[in-house]
Nanobody
């Protein structure tokens, strides 16, 4: 089992950048595929980004492609989401997620087993 804790959320203006972090504890971090999801008010949770166990592959939702990057540091048991050129529609609670299994495709249908509590990101116009 792995425990996940997000940090780095906050209130920013449109066009700003923000970096989210997710610290993991528990079993070997490098065993997990890691991902970020988000849920805006009144909407369903949606996939944002994912990264393979040794950072060989990254995946992004079309809505964030070219603006967000995902990375991980297995030595620090941490995964990051760098968010650039933020838009008001990026406002949501962002969740870190992990799974030992290879994700299902399309990634919009991926439901990782482990989740953090989430961190709020608010982008003002």
């Amino acid at each position: 089992q792995v425990q996940l804790e997000e940090s780095g959320g906050g209130l920013v203006q449109a066009g700003d950048s923000l970096r989210l972090s997710c610290a993991a504890s528990g079993r070997t971090f490098s065993s997990y595929v890691m991902g970020w999801f988000r849920q805006a008010p009144g909407k369903e949770r949606e996939f944002v980004a994912a990264i393979s166990r040794w950072s060989m592959s990254t995946y992004f939702a079309d809505s964030v492609k070219g603006r967000f990057t995902i990375s991980r540091d297995n030595a620090r048991n941490t995964v990051y989401l760098q968010m650039n050129s933020l838009k008001p529609e990026d406002t949501a609670v962002y969740f870190c997620a992990a799974d030992l299994q290879t994700p299902t495709y399309p990634l919009s249908t991926w439901t990782p087993r482990y989740w953090g509590q989430g961190t709020q990101v608010t982008v003002s116009s």
